[in-house]
């Protein structure tokens, strides 16, 4: 339990930082929280400590009261377009819903509003007085909180929760000012890394997977064990706690049948557990030296019941340990103490830090949602407002994992897919805010598939060696902060020594196409037996790249700009085809002009 400290609810942190802009707000929460499965609630009371690094004076702050998106008149309720997802439809007890029962600072109830109203995923909170930069508050919460019976991302359904979405979550202030979003179908989130400390009372039977380490109580992984091996709890991975004040909400004893477990972490900035009393364990340890990561990083598996030859017999925990090893040969050392990978009841998958909830164990969305770990878990980019710096990345991380095992021929089927948006010209600018997007189809179509495409097509512009250093450094440069394209952006020019704001301009704010053609070919036969093979390649898209060309099995690279120009290759046969861009490594928009056999 939070051993109990007195705080001042308005402090002095000392002055902000200031000057470019470069801040992050400073959060903590103190959380205590019983599951009541009879009623099925969820009931909470929380300490946020939130300090105002930034150079402007604050008088009001805003939460997210993300699990409202999950009940009818929400914005998400009203612009859902998939009849499989229909939550205006629930009713009562299908529905989900966060209660925010009390807001206050130093017993001085906060004066709410919802500025989305009748949607209430966002709530607007009036401080009593300024909070000046360098100032910082404690805020003390109370709430009720539900998963709907209907799955999307989060759920109940008997004994099992996912609670992936179930606390007030303090929105961002970044140079640009507040981010409060109402949930939408199209886009995720945006959050401040913080430090969270939560206690979670709950049936005795229940097993925890969580964010964090467990550091009191115990989370039901012994008893849950499939298979040799102790679960490493890294209960000491972040040391003495220090004393922190506790909200006050649960009694001192801890009632018959029930238990107590005490989760950890730092720097993260979500929070997100499940329980079920039937879930199985497997767990293994990542071993390292020499690095600044830490030398042991546990892994833990929980599946249900059902699940053992799907998840079972070491696969789910192999696959979990095969991508996190892979990610950090790409990124650098993982910085947390534990992954956990567990099986959630809605299909697809869903990222948190230290955690994923994953609907099965297939070895393409195990890597995806850990590839999450990296690309918005620790370089925490606002998904709502540049969902393809995450969800495109973890796409593109997820197929050149799978291109190293069975080549480039991967790429085939999303390229295709993409180039026949492109032929239509219906495709819509990458940039685009999530919520702006057409459809969801179109959203995903764009921030998935073709930021993959844009990714792998800037690695091969650049060269695999320079592309991995580039990683690396962005991960050095910027892990545990907010991250936008611009940062990207400047990590790959310094890395590279290239100015590569015209790609960046004409892939992602642009729906320009490109398309290039095999024009015309002139053969040759040269005086020593060999031939010459002059190929025209033109231009017809707005777009420019560099482009290779196939003569037989030799390949070059025409690079320049023109509408027009030459390549002239020597082989020592009489080639029998030229072909442009042979590995699909281009989103051409027409393939079909891209090929030649020469007769």
Known sequence: MPIALLVPAVWSAGPAQSGDGDFQQGVSYTIEAALDEEVELLRAAAILTYTNRSADTLDLLYLHLHLNAFRPNSLWARTERRSEYD???????????????????????????????????????????????????????????????????????????????????????????????????????????????????????????????????????????????????????????EARSSPGYLPREVAAGRKRVRFYAEDVHHFAWSVDPD????????????????????????????????????????????????????????????????????????????????????????????????????????????????????????????????????????MDGLARLEKLGIAEPVSTPAKDFSSFQMYGAMSYAKASAIFRMLRELLGEDDFRRLLREYYARHRFRHVTESDFLQTAEAVSGRQLK??????????????????????????????????????LGEIWMPVSVRVDRKVVVAESRSRSQLVEVITSDRPGEVEIDPDFVLLDADRSNNRLELD
């Open 87 to 241: 939550f205006q439809a629930l009713e009562e007890p299908d529905y989900a819903f966060e209660r925010l029962l009390g807001a206050s600072i130093d017993g001085r109830q906060l004066a709410a509003r919802y500025p989305g109203a009748p949607d209430s995923t966002v709530v607007e909170l009036t401080l009593p007085s300024p909070l000046v930069p360098g100032d910082g508050v404690r805020v003390d919460l109370r709430w009720e909180a539900r998963p709907s019976t209907l799955c999307r991302r989060q759920c109940r359904g008997g004994r099992h929760y996912d609670f992936a979405q179930w606390y007030p979550r303090i929105a961002v202030y970044d140079e640009q000012g507040w981010q409060p979003h109402a949930l939408y179908p199209q886009g995720e989130f945006f959050g401040e890394f913080a430090t969270f400390d939560v206690v979670l009372d709950l049936p005795d039977d229940q097993v925890i997977g969580a964010t964090g380490v467990p550091v009191e109580g115990d989370p039901g992984w012994r008893s849950a064990m499939r298979g040799a091996g102790e679960p490493r709890l890294q209960d000491t991975f972040y040391g003495t706690l």
């Open 279 to 414: 879930y199985r364990y497997e767990g293994a340890a990542i071993r390292r030296s020499g690095s600044d990561a830490p030398t042991e990083l546990a892994i833990h598996v929980l599946y249900r019941p059902g699940d053992e030859e799907s998840w079972g017999g070491g696969l789910a925990l192999e696959r979990t340990v095969g991508a996190l090893r892979w990610l950090e040969e790409i990124f650098g050392p993982y910085p947390y103490p534990q992954l956990t990978n567990l099986h959630r009841l809605e299909g697809g998958g869903t990222e948190f830090p230290m955690l994923v909830m994953n609907g099965s164990a297939g070895e393409g969305l195990i890597l995806h949602e850990v590839a999450h770990q990296y690309v918005h878990g620790i370089l925490a980019n606002n998904e709502w407002r540049e969902a393809w710096l995450d969800e495109g990345f973890a796409s593109f991380l997820t197929a050149w994992f799978r291109e190293g095992q069975a080549g480039p021929g991967v790429w085939l089927s999303t």
């Open 502 to 539: 015209w790609f960046f301009e004409a892939w992602l704010h642009g729906s320009d196409t490109l398309d290039y053609a095999v024009r015309d070919v002139d053969l040759e036969r040269l005086a020593d037996g060999r031939w010459r093979t002059i190929v025209e390649v033109e231009r």
